[in-house]
């Protein structure tokens, strides 16, 4: 089983560029399919994590919501046990607490992403 840590959030300006981390921890990561989903601003209880990306053991399977596509990049270095989001051309409406989780339902404690100018 797998310990799942993100990070590289922060506040970035409309337009611009952010790189998502989630580095694993224990053993089989390579074994795991992989995603990102999104907490937004306005999240409350009983509200679902908006899913963003998704990676397949392996890496020859990705897919990606649409209103990412052609802007966000999900990749894997297995090697390094590394889940990465590559956010390019960043919106206001990209923000929000980004998780990682694993197909089996692990995840970590997420990473905030702040867009304002």
Request: some cysteine; glycine content about 12%; proline content about 3%.
């Amino acid at each position: 089983q797998v310990q799942l840590v993100e990070s590289g959030g922060g506040l970035v300006q409309p337009g611009g560029s952010l790189l998502l981390s989630c580095v694993a921890s224990g053993s089989g990561f390579s074994n795991y399919n992989m995603r990102w989903v999104r907490q937004s601003p306005n999240w409350t209880p009983g509200m679902g994590l908006e899913y963003i990306a998704s990676i397949a053991s392996g890496g020859e399977r990705i897919n990606y919501a649409d209103f990412v596509k052609d802007r966000f990049t999900i990749s894997r270095d297995d090697h390094k046990n590394i889940l990465y989001l590559q956010m390019r051309d960043v919106k206001s409406q990209d923000a929000g607490v980004y998780f990682c989780f694993t197909n089996t339902g692990i995840r970590g404690q997420g990473t905030q992403v702040t867009v304002s100018s």
